[in-house]
């Protein structure tokens, strides 16, 4: 095997294309008080939180003419910084909790679990974690004496990500063609004081089968911006509405995938990978994280950003820049952050499902198109 080259712990050297870490110097990602800011308020008042899944401020503005609605609701619309990574577990979890990720603990799509040192996926939890156990951060209905309704599928109770993001919260099941009616029937039924969330997740879930590039993504986002016409018009008079997204997106294809096992030294050491195809996690037990981000790094070339978790602390990529992560926290973060640039996606054939190399719109790095997102806010 080739001597491994020199290595160095210098501040990491951030380009161009990806924006600052989200809590560099001293920042606070403004998604982070998206939801909980509500608790500040009074608690008579009806309140509607619409997530509007993977509509990244820059896809809005790019189809501007498919969304009639959003357009003119930009006087009351701001762009705002989520977390990383820039996916829908984490930022669910810091919308509802208002924690940063290195509080809360849920480092992306799928996590490592330090107790069995395997990735754990966020929304399902493959039947071995415990909401209250795994995240246990009060969310917005243990905080608050207000009636919390969760417009939803029927399936999503059963959920690791429902278990963390909304205990406490009642779960009023819609079906496929539903929602609107559903959500504003648990608005008026709920009471002057109820809050509602439902989650437009149809953007996100055709961007990843069929791309942005692609006219089914077309028709998804126009008929989110719809059913959220018809929520805004047939809500109650006097609903406060808060409206953001959880990330962007960006396209991909095979061959814009790195093969983390083309490098011997990364093969060698990384036993397991988290994360999202463009913000992967990697564990290498017993081995040098400064060395295997060093290999990875190499590896990589432009096409991504290595680093070991210490520099992704000290950079203020889950949490305040510097503050270190408990042990716990830590044992789920792993050894080694890989940040994709461009349209890049990082894949380990060996150690990953053969359906997340299969998307096509991705997501979880610090590009602006997949970190900026909109909020809106405004009283019916």
Known sequence: MEPRPSVTTTPVDWSDDLLP???????????????????????????????????????LAQHRALTP??????SESRSV???????????????????????????????????????????SGDGVLRGEDWMPRPGLAERSGRRFIQVAPARH????????????????????????????????RG???????????????????????????REALAAVDAELGVLLRRAPAGTRVRIIADHGMVDTDPEHAVELDQHPRVREAVQAIAGEPRAVLLRAPGHDPVHVAADAQELLGERGLALTTDQAVAAGLWGEAGTALDERMRGR??????????????????????????????HGSLTSAESVVPLIQLVI
């Open 21 to 59: 870490p989200p809590f560099a110097n001293t920042d606070r990602p403004g998604l982070l008080d998206a939801y909980t800011s509500l608790l500040a308020e009074p608690d008579t008042g009806r309140e509607l939180l619409v997530l509007l899944d993977g509509c990244g401020t820059e896809l």
């Open 69 to 74: 609605t959003l357009r003119g609701l930009e």
């Open 81 to 123: 910084r989520t977390v990383a990574p820039s996916t829908t577990a984490t930022a669910m979890v810091s919308l509802h909790t208002g924690c940063a990720p290195a509080q809360h603990g849920v480092f992306g799509y799928r996590t490592f679990d330090p107790s069995t040192g395997d990735a754990v996926h966020q929304l």
């Open 157 to 188: 109770g059963r959920s690791l990500l429902s278990a963390m993001a909304y205990r406490g919260w009642e779960l009023v099941p819609h079906g496929k063609h539903d929602r609107a009616d559903v959500a504003v029937r648990a608005l008026r």
């Open 191 to 217: 009471g002057d004081s109820a809050v509602v969330h439902v989650h437009l997740d149809d953007v996100d879930h055709a961007g990843h089968v069929h791309g942005i590039d692609s006219d089914t993504w």
């Open 333 to 362: 973060a792993g050894d080694v952050v890989i940040l994709a640039r461009g349209r890049w996606t990082i894949q380990c054939e060996r150690l990953r499902s053969p359906k997340d190399s299969a998307l096509i719109g991705v």
